[in-house]
Structures are given as structure tokens and as C-alpha cells.
């Protein structure tokens, strides 16, 4: 090995290192930024319903309905239409808003402590986390995806996923009636009462 | 040893004996599909709806009782709302927050036999050397397990509770079919041995072993019916989470209890 290689080759693994650990970084920055902002308002909140409202927008910021949406419905999500696409977007979102804010109970403060992030694919990152609050440990996995900037694509509690959970609900409503029974049970799940 | 655990045992065994087929594919569950359904889902590669799509097809574990199941589902669902419910809120309203807390603690250290017994026979010596120095901490230091002093520190503030079922798992005993049993709600046959097997080593159900002469043994019920109450908060609360939310309620419950199993065996 020539002097020459032997000065690049740890040089050319520092920077391969760099490499990786950047999207992990950008991602753990953006997740904490997104964390924070939940965790405010969920603190400041005076009522469920005053938590959901508010934290609405700052969800809308972080997290890939769309990629959520389609992966919840599954394979059938190529036989939709568009305006079909569009209205399962928009009441599984309203449906992943209330069930993120029914976790807070307002005026409480979790602490979360972020584990070291992951890689698994090239465009993905899992950020793990222990959330402690109320007296009990919870392990939380963000799931992050590059799409324009680092967005939530999943939310991984005690090992379920919330994708992979209603992916296995609409999935089998399609099979069973197509896009129509997937957007009518959507629609049913919205409009009941919380 | 009680006679019934040892029963509720061997019955699960065959049960789990025969069941050993795997969950079906995509391809077979969308060809049982009624008429007018969708185009079956051929490959794995159709299910994905994008290149990070790696969900699969949702199937996780087989359901060859889904008819039954789903008739207990609804019978237990009605049971915790005319039950369970009460009776968790009513424990809240009469123990405040502190006392519970303990309660929880004193059940939860004196399960230390079912997980370090697990933690052995599935290899892991050091997780039962942390969860020994867990136990003794918080017998000790803790007031009997009151106060859950091994949260401070940290080789055992967050040790993975191993039980018979992850066991089972870990020496690869598939799940075999899913069952939902009357009023305890969501298992699978193997998680239903194990859970005997948990039952059997669980202290809180060793008054159970002892009869005495007279047939005088009503205390024996106290420690298993105080356990069995003060987790129903947090159990109904874990429940409702789910179901609230839920498309179909019974494959909500059924994949999260499969995906938190799997989860719970690779830890």
C-alpha cells in the first residue's frame, strides 16, 4: 500500500461516515423541531378539543399525509381516482390529527429521549425514541421520510405501527368493495365521536 | 400444582400443534374475495405502493376462527362497557394516583419469576442478572416493590419484560392460530400456553396452590382479583385507544396485538 492510500483510505471513510450521518442529523433536527412544537401546544392546551385544533397545522407541516394515506390503503390505492386519492387523504388525515392528539392529555409534559437514528433505505430514516410520561415508559419510532424536506411517514408505539394497523383494516375493506367502501369507512371512522 | 393451569396447558399444546400453518399469502386472500372485488394482488412486489412501501399485504397472522373470534370480540366489547369500565373507573375514583401507582409496582416486581425464568430460557443471562438487581432494588430500597427505585438507574430502568409466549417465539414456535378468549381478549395458541405457563409462576396466584382441610380458602381469591383490578385502567385505556379510532375494529385489535407480539420477541 502506497503512502498515498493509506493517508485516503481513513480520509475516504471519514467523509463516507459524513455522508451517512447527514440525512440521520437532518432528520433527528427536523423530528426534535416537529417534537417540540407538538409539545408546546399539547402543554399549553386547555381541552382535547381546543389540542386538536391547535395542533393541526403543525402535524399538516411534518408529516407526509399522502405517503401516509396510500400506504394505509394499500395496493389498492392504484385503482383510485384522483378525486377518490384526494378525499381519502383528506379524512385519513383528519383521522391520524385525532388520533395523535387523543395520546396528549393537556397541561401534561412528556419527556422524550432520543435514541441514536437509522437508516434502513436510502431516503429513510428511523428516529427511536422513549417517551416517558404519566409514570410509564413508551418506546416511540418516528418514521421519516426525504420528500422535499424530512417528513413523518409512520409512528411506530410499542412496536405498532399506525400505517402497517390501518393498512391492515383497508386493506381487507377494499377487497372487499373498492375505493367506495374504503372512503365510506373512512368517513364513518372520522364522524364518530372521539 | 392446580390441576387447571396444567389442563389449560396441554389443551393449548395441541392446539398449537395443530396449527402451524402460515398466514395466507395475498394472492389467496384476495382470491377469496367476493365477486366484483378488486383485481387479486399477485406478488409482493404488487403490494408495495412505492419503492419505501414495505408494509406487504397486512395478513399477519392466520384467523381460521375469525367467525367465532369476532362473535367474542363483540361479546367482551359489550362486557367492558358494561363491566369493565365501571369497575376501572370506580378503582380510579376510590385509590388516588399514588396508591395506584404502588399497587401497580408491588404486582409488577412480584412478577420478577416469570420474567427472569423467561430470560434464562430464552439465553439472556445478563437481562436476568438486571432484572435480579431490579428486584432487589426495589424490594429493598423500595418498600416491597412500592416505589420503583430501579427506574434510576440505568441498567434497569428499561429492561424488556420477557414472558412464556416471547419464549415460545424466540425458540421459533410459530403463533398458530389467532384466538380471541372470553372476557382476557386478543392471544394466539401459542401466547395462550404461555400465558398459562405465566400464570402458573405468577406469585400474585400461588394462594391458589393451597387448599386447607376445611375448604376454607376464599382468601386465596385476594391477591389474583386485586391484579386483575387494578390493571384494568390502564387496559381498558390501551383498548379504547385502539378502538376509537378503528376502520374495523376487530382487525385493529388483531394486528396490533400480532405486531406488538413480534416486536416483543425480537427485543
Known sequence: ?194 | MNPKPLLLALTASALASCAVTKAPTAAASAAKSKSGAPKAVLNDAAAKTDELDDYGTGTTVSDPLEKVNRATFWVNDGLYTVLFRPLAKGYEKAFPKFLRTGIDNVFDNAKYPVRVVNCVLQGKFDRAGHETKKFALNTFAGVGGLVRISDKVVDTADIPAEDSGQTFGVWGIPHGPYIVLPLIGPSSARDFVGLAGDYAMNPANYGLYFHDKNGNHDWMYIPPSANTLRSMPGQMKTYDELRKDAVDPYLAVRDAYIQQRNEAVKK
Open chain 1, 1 to 194: 500500500m502506497t503512502k498515498r492510500t493509506f493517508l485516503a483510505a481513513p480520509l475516504l471513510a471519514l467523509l463516507t461516515a459524513g455522508l451517512h450521518a447527514a440525512p440521520a442529523d437532518e432528520a433527528m433536527s427536523r423530528l426534535r423541531g416537529a417534537v417540540n412544537e407538538v409539545l408546546g401546544i399539547a402543554t399549553k392546551a386547555s381541552s382535547k378539543s381546543t389540542l386538536a385544533v391547535s395542533v393541526t397545522p403543525v402535524l399538516r407541516k411534518h408529516i407526509s399525509f399522502e405517503t401516509m394515506t396510500r400506504r394505509a390503503v394499500g395496493p389498492g390505492w392504484n385503482s383510485f381516482k384522483p378525486d377518490e386519492k384526494a378525499k381519502a387523504t383528506q379524512l385519513f388525515s383528519s383521522l391520524v390529527v385525532r388520533t395523535y392528539a387523543n395520546k396528549f392529555t393537556p397541561g401534561e409534559q412528556p419527556r422524550v429521549d432520543y435514541k441514536t437514528a437509522t437508516s434502513p433505505a436510502a431516503g429513510r430514516v428511523d428516529v427511536p425514541t422513549t417517551l416517558l410520561y404519566q409514570g410509564s415508559r413508551y418506546s416511540v419510532t418516528y418514521r421519516m421520510e426525504q420528500a422535499g424536506g424530512w417528513l413523518i411517514t409512520d409512528v411506530v408505539i410499542e412496536g405498532v405501527s399506525m400505517i402497517a394497523n390501518y393498512r391492515s383494516q383497508l386493506d381487507s375493506v377494499f377487497k372487499k368493495g373498492g375505493a367506495p367502501a374504503v372512503l365510506t369507512s373512512l368517513q364513518q371512522s372520522v364522524s364518530k365521536q372521539s
